[in-house]
């Protein structure tokens, strides 16, 4: 099979700027960067499948570093997008890098440490403003919000694509503190239903870049850096609920939602200044472009399968007090089951993006997702269990889900031009939002066939994590049959002229 003798025009600026970079490396930097990779024998067979994990380093010899940027897809993929006029390539680090890391780890950390400490909100919504509402009626506001934190983000991914983060930064942390303010002096259920909506609507906004941006400064490195960013969320979601249980114990509803709101203002400010992509603006491209990606098999089914795992990601979530009752915990222990089941998310979320990028994204995907359905099947099904056993299902359960929805937006990267991120992602999150409206009222109705147990709850959400991790990998699945059948099928066809030659040997 031959090569071409150079590159495409697109990865002319690209292949240069490499070469100039592995060229003027230092020796003790080649050194470190080889003893980096330590996993070498390990990483070599997992990395070389073709389930489309982040490359291994880019080779230093110019013939070998051409031959794979232009024979290698999922390389030149992912360059592509990257050499925009004097756009190199991802720096993998650097003082704005980080930045923008840290900058995008505090969005996370105040929209989802509000989102996530719903459960204690509810608490106090039934025993205070809506005392004459039922629990499924204050939930509806729960659900809503959940919704819209997601179901915008393919609109956020089109803007992010082509104008980047700042904007969005800006107009979706206002919007996040104004909500909270408006929060703090709602007294009716309409009111606060449009409060959670305008928060919700402001997730919206930020989830998608927040998420998609790291994908702009790394490649080598982007699943440790998505990684990292997205433990804001965990981290927000163990300090939210503790924070606002112990704030209505001191002090009121308003003087509370206004700290909140306080602090969530001062901690997304820097993203108003450092929050920034690498690639110059351009026009967004039209509405029909959403169907392009759609004609590819590995991005189709990936979103779908994970269309299915969000159906009840967040299920055991909503529960976690649930499991802890019906298990009989004692009370101190139960009151902070979700707080138990968020410090193992955020234990998931920072060390997913270290083990995707030592082993492979795909594989940490596939594996974390099918982890979520063995906790479950093993820890949520049973019951009464030792309470030794249910904290570890609720933390088992968190960093399965934790590293779970990390690895969502580094396996996007891996197969997606980095011009298109944004918008593949946000399709992702926007359409994910309809079956997260649905799990959780599903699993609802069966807690309460289950006499309050969350017995049959739990094998609905194991087998939605089992389908959905099936069909994420279906694709690339297929094609390995295919290809063990082709050479199978050449085996055959080869051995045969050898038994014939055989044959007529014995004859003579």
């Not at 110059?280 to 990936?302: C, I, M, S, T």
């Not at 085996?491 to 040997?505: A, H, K, N, T």
Request: hydrophobic residues 45%; aromatic residues 10%.
């Amino acid at each position: 099979m031959s090569r071409p003798s150079s590159p495409p025009p697109h990865l002319h600026h690209t292949l240069s700027r490499i070469l100039s970079m592995t060229t003027a490396a230092p020796s003790h930097r080649t050194h470190s960067r080889t003893s980096h990779f330590s996993l070498a024998p390990i990483r070599s067979n997992l990395l070389d499948d073709g389930l489309d994990n982040i490359p291994p380093p880019l080779p230093h010899d110019h013939k070998q570093l051409e031959r794979r940027l232009t024979q290698d897809p999922d390389v030149e993929r992912q360059m592509r997008g990257s050499g925009d006029g004097e756009i190199g390539p991802p720096p993998e680090g650097g003082r704005e890098a980080w930045l923008v890391v840290a900058s995008s780890f505090f969005i996370l950390f105040c929209v989802f440490g509000f989102v996530t400490s719903f459960g204690t909100l509810q608490v106090y919504y039934l025993s205070h403003q809506l005392l004459g509402y039922s629990k499924s009626q204050v939930a509806w506001i729960s659900s809503v919000q959940m919704f819209l934190t997601f179901a915008g983000s393919i609109f956020a991914g089109r803007i992010f694509d082509s104008h980047g983060a700042r904007g969005l930064a800006i107009a979706g942390s206002s919007l996040s503190v104004g909500a909270i303010i408006a929060i703090a002096f709602c007294k009716e259920y309409y009111q606060l239903m449009l409060g959670h909506a305008a928060f919700g609507l402001s997730g919206s906004i930020l989830y998608s870049p927040g998420t998609a941006i790291a994908g702009h400064w790394f490649m080598r490195r982007r699943s440790t850096a998505t990684g990292i960013v997205v433990c804001g969320s965990g981290l927000g979601g163990v300090i939210y609920p503790i924070a606002l249980k112990r704030l209505f114990d001191q002090l009121s509803f308003r003087d509370t939602m206004l700290i909140i709101a306080g602090m969530n203002a001062f901690l997304m400010l820097p993203s108003w200044f450092f929050m920034k992509a690498r690639l110059p603006p351009r026009q967004p491209p039209p509405l029909r472009a959403l169907l392009g990606p759609w004609k590819e098999p590995r991005y189709a089914f990936l979103v779908i399968g994970s269309c299915m795992i969000m159906m009840n990601w967040v299920s055991p979530y909503f529960n976690a007090p649930t499991l802890a009752t019906s298990n009989y915990l004692p009370t101190n222990i139960a009151s902070y089951s979700v707080a138990i089941l968020q410090a193992g998310s955020f234990t998931g979320r920072a060390l997913s993006g270290v083990l995707a990028d030592a082993v492979g994204v795909w594989h940490m995907y596939v594996l974390m997702a099918l982890l979520q359905a063995v906790v479950i099947f093993a820890f949520w099904t049973a019951s009464p269990l030792p309470a030794a056993a249910v904290v570890v299902g609720l933390a088992g359960y968190g960093f399965a889900s934790g590293a779970w929805i990390t690895l969502v937006a580094a396996s996007m990267g891996a197969i997606s031009p980095t011009r298109e991120f944004g918008m593949r992602l946000g399709m992702l999150w926007s359409l994910s939002s309809i079956p997260l409206l649905i799990g959780p009222v599903i699993c609802g109705v069966l807690v309460g066939v289950d006499s309050g147990k969350f017995s049959y709850a739990a094998i609905f959400c194991g087998f939605t994590f089992l389908i959905g991790a099936a069909l994420a990998v279906s694709p690339r699945a297929l094609e390995m049959l295919a290809q063990v059948c082709a050479q199978r099928k050449r085996s055959l066809q080869q051995e045969q002229p050898r038994e014939g030659e055989e044959d007529e040997g014995d004859k003579e």
